[in-house]
Every structure is written in structure tokens, then in C-alpha cells.
């Protein structure tokens, strides 16, 4: 765990390189598809360098020799980064992405790119081009997306760190789908110059670490404002890895039933209400509240003309260089180019401001769902039924229950919580307002011990 291997390794009680050689030869026996490029000569460079800050007395930074895996949307300079897709096969960036960097200076040692689904559109993690990842907890089912690859890399232990990103959930689900913790930040709270967009007014960089805590330091290295990226909000960063142990007394933790709840299957809903059953004890007030979201599991937000533009440059000209599910999602998506985007601006101003007003008026600091609403599916599959509901289409289904706070832009995590029937990890979401990551934080930490 990178908490750990960065105490050892600044206490001197391991060498990053020796971290280094025991995860080359995990990345080596990778039987999950998580892995696409193993980034040894770059690594073993970082790893030395850390090692040679301590021998020369100097702070190497706080994940000092910590193995990190580098999701395949987010660029690293020259190394291969394909975005998942056949156009970019040979694409190699010429500098990292802020992200990277800020991780680089922070101590961290890159050892790999890892399995993402094609251009980031989709859950399940099958790439036709570059090979498809399977769920460490049942390599027949899918470990969500479409950060994947980080979250297998993370449960099997090949990395000790995988930050991803996220549009509509693809931190979160691949997290909730593979046991491990995964936050979807503020929007504006971390940079995402260098990381190939899907839509640009919901895309999100976070961290995914096997424990809260993990993720908490993550964020301190990755968070701030960039001159690169003019989305990124002047806000403070703040020291997350003491809100992990403050607790939740006193905070009001708002349970939405409907939707939320309603449209999960049974098992997967009284798993996440264990979780707050959880927060209960810790000493969180609970209460009801109302987030009904405008249609049912599916996105219900198009995306503007300007940021479709920035998806489909490539798109239908080149439409055979194309997966056969992007195929298929892009040409079901192609009405949205239609959409007046004053209007969709206008909607989505409109739903953020009615969902801040009902939970500050409730005088709620955290809203607790699931963060799944069914069982990982098995590869292959492409509609899902669950909850007595009609069969979905795989792909909008898993992030039925996590898009919401991307439209929103609020902070989210998903941690494990518990087992469904199929003995598959549950993910219980935390979402609060705006820049209040301290509360998902320590909220999910109570969790996190309720459920070891």
C-alpha cells in the first residue's frame, strides 16, 4: 500500500528500487489484461532518484518510491499513450500530463499504462484494440471502466497507486466493481491538462488507492490550480489525510430512496445500507432526502455541440478504426449534435442550483448511495436487468447511479462496503457539496473500518 511503502521507503527501511523489483514482477505475471506498457527504464530512473535523495539527506516528497500506474488516456512523455484507440496507436506525447508530473515530484515511480476502454467511451473495460481487462475477483465478469485497468491493478497489487479519470463514473464504478476506493474530486479541483477529454465540462481526475487514506494523500499531490488547465479553481489545498481520522460525528448524511435505491437490486442496496448503518453508529444524524434524477439509470444529459466536436473529430470518417460498442454508442449519441447548447448550458445551471438549494435546506453535508446497481456483468454482455426493471444497455447502466455527480460537479467516492450474492465487491457513494472532499473522506474511512 503506498502509505506504507512511502513511510519504509523515507525511513529508510526498503530502497524504492527494491519496491520497485518486487511490482516489475507482479506487472510481469498480469493475467487480467490490466497491463499494457511496463515502463521499467522510467521507473528504474525515479526509483534511483529517490534513492539517492535519501542517501544525500534530501526529502524525496510524500510518495516517495511508490509504484503508480498510469491509466492510457493520461499522457506520459515518451511513452506510448494510446487513449484506448487504434488512431492513436503510435502516439507518443511529448511532456506528462500536470498530473503525472505533479506525482513525479511528489517522490512516485511510474511502471505502467494501464487497460482503459477506447477514448474513455464505456464501462466494461473490452478493447478490441489493445486487449480487454478482467475483474480480479472474477476474471469472467468486467472490472467497470473505464478506469479499468487501474482498478484491477490496484485489487491484484501490481501498483500501489492508479489515479483515473472520470465523465460519468469511470472512477467510481471500476472501483466500486473491483474493492478498492476511488474519488471522483470537485470539478476544478485537479488539473486535467495532458489528459485526452471525452466531454470537457464533466470530465474529472482523481485519485483510486486500495485505502481511504491512500486516496487522501493522493489528492494533496494532485490537487491545485494550473496554469495549463484553466478549468482548475484557485481554491486551497487542503491536508485530507487528517480529515480520514476526524470522524463523522455530527454530520447529517442524506439518503436518497428514490432512484438511488429504488432502481438497485436488492443484495447491492442492503450492502450500501450497511454502510450507512455505519455512519449511523459512528454518530452521522440520517435523513431522507429527495435527489430524484430527471430519467432512469441512463445519461440524461447531452453533451454540447462544442464538446461533442471535441469527442468526434474522427468521427464518422473514420468510423472502421472504431470498436464495434463505440460504434454503436457513438451512432445512438449522434442527436445530441442537434442539441441547442444554450439550452443544455441553461438545463444543467438550472438542475445544480435546485439540487444545492434542496440539500442545504435539508442541511445535509453528505448524500450516501450505492455506487453500483448490479452485480459486475459477465464479458460479453451488453444489456442488463436488475431490480425488476427493463433490460439497459451495459454501458449507460453502470454509471447510472454516479453521472449525476459529474453533471453536478461535486466531490464522490466510492468504497467497498461490503458482498453482493455473487460474492462481488459493493461500493457505497459519498457525494457532498462543492469542495468538501473532507467530508466524503472521512466518511468513507468509517466505512472502510465498518467493512474490514
Same mark, same amino acid.
Given at each position: 500500500?503506498?502509505?506504507?511503502?512511502?513511510?519504509?521507503?523515507?525511513?529508510?527501511?526498503?530502497?524504492?528500487?527494491?519496491?520497485?523489483?518486487?511490482?516489475?514482477?507482479?506487472?510481469?505475471?498480469?493475467?487480467?489484461?490490466?497491463?499494457?506498457?511496463?515502463?521499467?527504464e522510467?521507473?528504474?530512473?525515479?526509483?534511483?532518484?529517490?534513492?539517492?535523495?535519501?542517501?544525500?539527506?534530501?526529502?524525496?516528497?510524500?510518495? =516517495?518510491?511508490?509504484?503508480?500506474?498510469?491509466?492510457?488516456?493520461?499522457?506520459?512523455?515518451?511513452?506510448?499513450?494510446?487513449?484506448?484507440s487504434?488512431?492513436?496507436?503510435?502516439?507518443?506525447?511529448?511532456?506528462?500530463?500536470?498530473?503525472v508530473?505533479?506525482?513525479?515530484?511528489?517522490?512516485?515511480?511510474?511502471?505502467?499504462?494501464?487497460?482503459?476502454?477506447?477514448?474513455?467511451?464505456?464501462?466494461?473495460?473490452?478493447?478490441?484494440?489493445?486487449?480487454?481487462?478482467?475483474?480480479?475477483?472474477?476474471?469472467?465478469?468486467?472490472?467497470?471502466?473505464?478506469?479499468?485497468?487501474?482498478?484491477?491493478?490496484?485489487?491484484?497489487?501490481?501498483?500501489?497507486?492508479?489515479?483515473?479519470?472520470?465523465?460519468?463514473?469511470?472512477?467510481?464504478?471500476?472501483?466500486?466493481?473491483?474493492?478498492?476506493?476511488?474519488?471522483?474530486?470537485?470539478?476544478?479541483?485537479?488539473?486535467?491538462?495532458?489528459?485526452?477529454?471525452?466531454?470537457?465540462?464533466?470530465?474529472?481526475?482523481?485519485?483510486?488507492?486500495?485505502?481511504?487514506?491512500?486516496?487522501?494523500?493522493?489528492?494533496?499531490?494532485? =490537487?491545485?490550480?494550473?496554469?495549463?488547465?484553466?478549468?482548475?479553481?484557485?481554491v486551497?489545498?487542503?491536508?485530507?489525510?487528517?480529515?480520514?481520522?476526524?470522524?463523522?460525528?455530527?454530520?447529517?448524511v442524506?439518503?436518497?430512496e428514490?432512484?438511488?435505491?429504488e432502481?438497485?437490486?436488492?443484495?447491492? =442496496?442492503?450492502?450500501?445500507?450497511?454502510?450507512?448503518?455505519?455512519?449511523?453508529?459512528?454518530?452521522?444524524?440520517?435523513?431522507?432526502?429527495?435527489?430524484?434524477?430527471?430519467?432512469?439509470?441512463?445519461?440524461?444529459?447531452?453533451?454540447t455541440?462544442?464538446?461533442?466536436?471535441?469527442?468526434?473529430?474522427?468521427?464518422?470518417?473514420?468510423?472502421?478504426?472504431?470498436?464495434?460498442d463505440?460504434?454503436?454508442?457513438?451512432?445512438?449519441?449522434?442527436?445530441?449534435?442537434?442539441?441547442?447548447?444554450a439550452?443544455?448550458?441553461?438545463?444543467?445551471?438550472?438542475y445544480?442550483?435546485?439540487?444545492?438549494?434542496?440539500?442545504?435546506?435539508?442541511?445535509?453535508?453528505?448524500? =450516501?448511495?450505492?455506487?453500483?446497481?448490479?452485480?459486475p456483468?459477465?464479458?460479453?454482455?451488453?444489456?442488463?436487468?436488475?431490480?425488476?426493471?427493463?433490460?439497459?444497455?451495459?454501458?449507460?447502466?453502470?454509471?447510472?447511479?454516479?453521472?449525476?455527480?459529474?453533471?453536478?460537479?461535486?466531490?464522490?467516492?466510492?468504497?467497498?462496503?461490503?458482498?453482493?450474492?455473487?460474492?462481488?465487491p459493493?461500493?457505497?457513494q459519498?457525494?457532498?457539496?462543492?469542495?468538501?472532499?473532507?467530508?466524503?473522506?472521512?466518511?468513507?474511512?468509517?466505512?472502510?473500518?465498518?467493512?474490514?
Amino acid at each position: 500500500m503506498s502509505l506504507v511503502i512511502a513511510e519504509q521507503v523515507r525511513g529508510r527501511e526498503r530502497t524504492a528500487s527494491e519496491v520497485l523489483d518486487e511490482h516489475l514482477e507482479k506487472l510481469a505475471a498480469d493475467e487480467l489484461g490490466a497491463v499494457w506498457r511496463v515502463t521499467e527504464e522510467r521507473a528504474r530512473r525515479e526509483a534511483a532518484a529517490v534513492d539517492r535523495a535519501l542517501a544525500e539527506g534530501r526529502d524525496p516528497g510524500p510518495l =516517495a518510491g511508490v509504484p503508480v500506474g498510469w491509466k492510457d488516456l493520461i499522457d506520459t512523455g515518451g511513452i506510448t499513450t494510446t487513449y484506448g484507440s487504434s488512431l492513436f496507436r503510435d502516439h507518443v506525447p511529448d511532456r506528462d500530463a500536470d498530473v503525472v508530473a505533479r506525482f513525479t515530484a511528489a517522490g512516485a515511480v511510474t511502471v505502467a499504462k494501464l487497460a482503459t476502454h477506447e477514448l474513455a467511451w464505456g464501462t466494461t473495460n473490452q478493447n478490441p484494440h489493445f486487449g480487454s481487462c478482467k475483474n480480479p475477483h472474477d476474471p469472467t465478469r468486467v472490472p467497470g471502466g473505464s478506469s479499468g485497468g487501474s482498478g484491477a491493478a490496484l485489487a491484484s497489487g501490481m501498483v500501489a497507486a492508479a489515479p483515473g479519470t472520470d465523465t460519468g463514473g469511470s472512477i467510481r464504478c471500476p472501483a466500486s466493481c473491483c474493492g478498492v476506493v476511488g474519488l471522483k474530486p470537485t470539478f476544478g479541483r485537479v488539473s486535467l491538462a495532458g489528459i485526452r477529454m471525452l466531454c470537457p465540462t464533466l470530465d474529472h481526475c482523481g485519485p483510486m488507492a486500495r485505502t481511504v487514506g491512500e486516496c487522501a494523500l493522493q489528492l494533496e499531490v494532485m =490537487a491545485g490550480e494550473s496554469p495549463r488547465d484553466p478549468r482548475t479553481t484557485p481554491v486551497p489545498v487542503e491536508r485530507w489525510t487528517e480529515a480520514v481520522s476526524r470522524g463523522v460525528a455530527g454530520l447529517t448524511v442524506g439518503v436518497a430512496e428514490r432512484y438511488f435505491f429504488e432502481h438497485t437490486a436488492p443484495d447491492i =442496496a442492503a450492502s450500501a445500507r450497511r454502510g450507512v448503518d455505519a455512519l449511523r453508529d459512528a454518530g452521522a444524524r440520517i435523513v431522507e432526502v429527495d435527489m430524484q434524477w430527471p430519467t432512469k439509470l441512463g445519461i440524461a444529459d447531452p453533451f454540447t455541440p462544442e464538446e461533442a466536436a471535441t469527442i468526434w473529430e474522427f468521427w464518422p470518417e473514420r468510423r472502421a478504426d472504431f470498436g464495434r460498442d463505440v460504434q454503436r454508442d457513438l451512432t445512438a449519441a449522434e442527436p445530441m449534435l442537434a442539441v441547442d447548447s444554450a439550452i443544455t448550458s441553461q438545463n444543467r445551471l438550472e438542475y445544480r442550483a435546485r439540487m444545492h438549494e434542496a440539500l442545504v435546506s435539508a442541511g445535509v453535508d453528505l448524500v =450516501a448511495t450505492p455506487a453500483q446497481a448490479f452485480t459486475p456483468p459477465h464479458i460479453g454482455v451488453t444489456e442488463v436487468s436488475f431490480a425488476g426493471e427493463e433490460a439497459f444497455d451495459v454501458t449507460f447502466a453502470m454509471c447510472g447511479l454516479t453521472q449525476i455527480f459529474n453533471i453536478l460537479g461535486w466531490p464522490a467516492i466510492s468504497v467497498p462496503s461490503g458482498r453482493d450474492d455473487a460474492n462481488m465487491p459493493v461500493g457505497l457513494q459519498l457525494a457532498s457539496l462543492p469542495w468538501q472532499e473532507s467530508y466524503c473522506l472521512a466518511a468513507a474511512a468509517v466505512v472502510e473500518a465498518a467493512s474490514i
